[in-house]
């Protein structure tokens, strides 16, 4: 009974207000990991910590290391999420998933991107100079490795 009225609520919710952890996926997805699987993560870092109180069968990999210092940032960056974590069933664990993995997927969305096209030449321009070729302001055609100036900025030289 306890899912099903977990799961009705968390309906009833997500149709009238925006539950904080969609608030708090979108600032994981703008600030710390665009592109991250959180169920994934999520899962991986409750395993990590339940293999804390004993000893590991193998050292982590850095990759592993790394995925684990994401998640603490996650732990972190929401207020009670270990908690509420710990104390969910495996069912509600892919639930909260979801409503970060929501954020952080609204994150990406155009609408919080389509300005960046026209400030980032506006960075990258000279001051009292222009970009030659010429970048227009509303194409992504043309930049990257395709351009002198992006394709610099996107390989700097090595220092010796």
């Given at each position: 009974h306890?899912?099903?009225?977990?799961?009705?609520?968390?309906?009833k919710?997500?149709?009238?207000?925006q539950?904080?952890?969609v608030?708090?996926?979108r600032?994981f997805?703008?600030a710390?990991?665009a592109?991250?699987?959180?169920?994934?993560?999520i899962t991986?870092g409750?395993?990590?910590?339940?293999?804390e109180?004993g000893?590991?069968?193998?050292p982590?990999?850095a990759?592993?290391r790394?995925e684990?210092?994401?998640?603490?940032?996650?732990l972190?960056?929401?207020?009670?999420l270990?908690?509420?974590?710990?104390?969910?069933s495996?069912?509600?664990?892919?639930?909260?998933?979801d409503?970060?993995q929501?954020?952080?997927n609204?994150?990406?969305?155009?609408?919080?991107t389509?300005d960046?096209k026209s400030?980032?030449?506006n960075w990258?321009?000279?001051?009292?100079?222009?970009?030659n070729?010429?970048?227009p302001r509303?194409?992504?055609s043309?930049r990257?490795?395709?351009?002198?100036?992006t394709?610099?900025?996107?390989?700097p030289?090595?220092?010796?």
């Amino acid at each position: 009974h306890r899912n099903l009225y977990f799961r009705t609520l968390l309906t009833k919710l997500a149709r009238t207000t925006q539950d904080p952890l969609v608030h708090h996926g979108r600032h994981f997805g703008r600030a710390v990991h665009a592109f991250c699987n959180v169920q994934t993560l999520i899962t991986n870092g409750l395993g990590v910590m339940g293999e804390e109180e004993g000893e590991p069968e193998y050292p982590p990999t850095a990759v592993e290391r790394a995925e684990f210092t994401v998640f603490r940032g996650l732990l972190r960056m929401i207020p009670g999420l270990e908690a509420r974590l710990m104390e969910s069933s495996e069912e509600e664990v892919v639930l909260i998933a979801d409503l970060i993995q929501k954020g952080a997927n609204g994150a990406r969305a155009a609408d919080d991107t389509k300005d960046m096209k026209s400030t980032i030449v506006n960075w990258i321009t000279p001051k009292g100079q222009s970009l030659n070729p010429h970048i227009p302001r509303n194409v992504k055609s043309g930049r990257g490795f395709n351009h002198e100036r992006t394709g610099a900025l996107l390989c700097p030289v090595l220092r010796s």
